[in-house]
Nanobody, 124 residues
């Protein structure tokens, strides 16, 4: 059974930092590209960041470039999202996702597995 379990969310003041983690089980982690998406109340799920299967390339949506970093640790079957200089507009439920492909993707339907989400709230 495949499971993706996110952690690290919480309440933080604007300008602060959080690091989200997503640990995968039940799948060959190194065979999957990974992504982070977020969904704010009343809005559609949106792409945040993705990393290729090799870990050699990362892609971030424009609104988080320079503030967020995505990385993986294959030994721990874990993908991270380091979030710095957080803004109130970053408030959302953050989801990690796994895609059986070498390539990154920014479309939710291209991902095979999803975590349950972790809440990030940034107070201004």
């Amino acid at each position: 059974q495949v499971q993706l379990v996110e952690s690290g969310g919480g309440l933080v003041q604007a300008g602060g930092s959080l690091r989200l983690s997503c640990t995968a089980s039940g799948l060959p982690f190194s065979s999957y590209a990974m992504g982070w998406f977020r969904q704010a109340p009343g809005k559609e799920r949106e792409f945040v960041a993705s990393i290729t299967r090799s870990g050699g390339s990362t892609y971030l949506t424009d609104s988080v470039k320079g503030r967020f970093t995505i990385s993986t640790d294959n030994a721990r079957n874990t993908v991270y999202l380091q979030m710095n200089s957080l803004k109130s507009e970053d408030t959302a439920v953050y989801y990690c996702a796994a895609r059986l492909s070498a390539a990154w993707a920014n479309i939710p339907s291209l991902y095979n597995y999803w975590g349950q989400g972790t809440q990030v709230t940034v107070s201004s």
